[in-house]
């Protein structure tokens, strides 16, 4: 049986090169209307590229040469939220506390008693007036919940709270304030 320089003579250097690089680039970063690279895609993929056409077979060959290997990927929890692992963090020490222990979310949210007014379609140059029955109304709050009870506390003021940064517990300076 005579072996052939395991297809490097019709892959050259270029050739090979390109494939890794294909590889671990994401096919829709290309442009691509797929978004795994199978062997069969790289093949014809780098037969439009190059007007070289390798085979499924010499494809794998030349990727597990490379060091390559063909696997299901693992998922990993991401979040566009720059405070994501932090929050992951608070998460942690939750799921790590004792039965019966206290433990809350909060969040704060502010409410106006007007609808927000959209744009919408009038006769050009003049403006449409919306009736209201009084001065727009606001108010600020905070609202949390008990991990472990469903037990909900929910505070509202008239002016928006500021917490300094690094501050975990919002409800306390919230509940020191004076009712107006």
């Known amino acids: 049986m005579v072996l052939r320089e395991d297809h490097r003579g019709k892959a050259g250097t270029d050739y090979r090169e390109r494939l890794v690089e294909l590889v ?10 797929f978004s795994i690279w199978t062997a069969a895609r790289l093949a014809d993929h ?3 590229e190059t007007g070289l056409r390798m085979s499924v077979a010499s494809i794998h060959r030349l990727l ?15 979040s566009p939220d720059p405070d994501y692992a932090v929050k992951k963090v608070v998460e942690r020490a939750r799921d790590d506390l004792k ?10 949210f502010a409410i106006s008693w007007h609808p927000t007014l959209r744009p919408m379609w009038r006769p050009k140059a003049q403006q449409v007036m919306i009736p209201t029955p009084m001065q727009p109304t606001r108010r600020y709050g905070l ?3 008990n ?3 469903g037990e909900t506390v929910v505070l509202t003021r008239h ?8 501050r975990c517990s919002g409800a306390a300076s919230f509940r020191r304030r004076p009712r107006p």
Do not use: C, M
Not at 64 to 78: K, N, Y
């Open 147 to 149: 991990w472990h009870s």
């Open 143 to 145: 609202g949390a919940v």
């Open 64 to 78: 597990h040469a490379a060091g390559l290997g063909f696997g299901r990927p693992q998922r990993t929890i991401s």
């Open 24 to 33: 671990r680039r994401r096919p829709r970063a290309l442009n691509l209307p």
């Open 46 to 48: 780098l037969a439009e």
């Open 159 to 166: 002016h928006k709270i500021s917490v300094p940064a690094g």
């Open 99 to 108: 039965p019966g222990s206290a433990f809350y979310y909060a969040d704060e």
